[in-house]
């Protein structure tokens, strides 16, 4: 077992009607005997994860920018998706790692679960010699196929002109530390799979599953989505690696489990 220290980063919390992310009937979706509830507005926090790793200093994922307002304007997702943060205070990617006394410029390798624009956004920063930027080579090929300022919830200005460097299915990337492919959210959602010696395995699904409502069992779908039913077998890809390493699984959006996580600065895994 490899000796590495796990840190989940606060990146920004935003809030957004449930739809976007659980389909489920008369909770979400109103069936004829929910049609005159409100709709339910919930926190959709976003987190990273730095990796202290023998090999090197990790960091999955970027969070939301702080120019989300002007940056997600032209896609109409500042309304839907607010951040609550305010933009000058604490909360977003650069003072998590500062908590750590840490800088882009301490990354060695950036992991992409993928470019979505609560995701992605922050990847600029990592423009160092240093830094290795990788996503599944799927998604950079969707991605860069893209015209215009956005598609769905990828932003190009996030992402174009970067080094990136593509990964090809379910890849070891340094010992213990091991990055799915499931995709189905978008063309090359992945996973983050770390086995830890003092803690077990932990899988951080990012959005191939948003919520604890959305693992189940059964899955249940979501309004944003690629291909359902690539989302639904990557969800039971997780499940059945889940089952076979006894891994807690991590969601991508969950703010009830967020309460249950040891959270940077204090909290680590090991
Ligand atoms: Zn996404």
């Known amino acids: 077992?490899?000796?590495?220290?796990?840190?989940?980063?606060?990146?920004?919390?935003?809030?957004?009607?449930?739809?976007?992310?659980?389909?489920?009937?008369?909770?979400?979706?109103?069936?004829?005997?929910?049609?005159?509830?409100?709709?339910?507005?919930?926190?959709?926090?976003?987190?990273?994860?730095?990796?202290?790793?023998?090999?090197?200093?990790?960091?999955?994922?970027?969070?939301?920018?702080?120019?989300?307002?002007?940056?997600?304007?032209p896609t109409g997702f500042h309304d839907f998706f607010p951040v609550r943060e305010p933009v000058d205070g604490p909360g977003y990617l650069d003072t998590s790692l500062a908590q750590l006394e840490m800088t882009s410029d301490d990354v060695d390798i950036l992991l992409l679960s993928h470019l979505h624009f609560d995701h992605a956004a922050n990847a600029k920063m990592f423009t160092n010699p240093k830094t290795r930027i990788l996503a599944q080579a799927d998604e950079i090929e969707g991605a860069n196929a893209i015209t215009g300022y956005s598609s769905g919830a990828h932003i190009v200005s996030d992402y174009d002109g970067l080094d990136l460097e593509a990964v090809h299915g379910d890849s070891e990337i340094v010992p213990g530390v091991s990055v799915i492919h499931t995709p189905g959210h978008t063309w090359g959602t992945m996973s983050?799979?770390?086995?830890?010696?003092?803690?077990?395995?932990?899988?951080?699904?990012?959005?191939?599953?948003?919520?604890?409502?959305?693992?189940?069992?059964?899955?249940?779908?979501?309004?944003?989505v690629w291909d359902n039913v690539r989302w639904l077998e990557s969800v039971e890809k997780l499940r059945g690696i889940a089952d076979r390493t006894g891994a807690e699984v991590i969601f991508g959006h969950d703010a009830e489990q967020r309460k249950s996580l040891r959270l940077a600065p204090d909290g680590y895994y090991s």
């Open 192 to 224: 983050l799979q770390l086995d830890l010696e003092n803690d077990g395995t932990k899988i951080f699904t990012s959005d191939a599953v948003y919520l604890q409502e959305s693992w189940g069992p059964p899955a249940v779908g979501a309004a944003i």
């Open 1 to 73: 077992m490899v000796d590495m220290k796990v840190h989940v980063l606060s990146t920004g919390v935003m809030e957004t009607d449930l739809t976007w992310l659980l389909l489920q009937g008369g909770h979400t979706i109103r069936d004829r005997h929910h049609k005159n509830e409100p709709v339910v507005w919930r926190d959709c926090p976003t987190h990273a994860v730095l990796i202290e790793h023998p090999d090197g200093n990790i960091l999955w994922d970027t969070g939301v920018p702080r120019d989300w307002e002007e940056r997600w304007a």
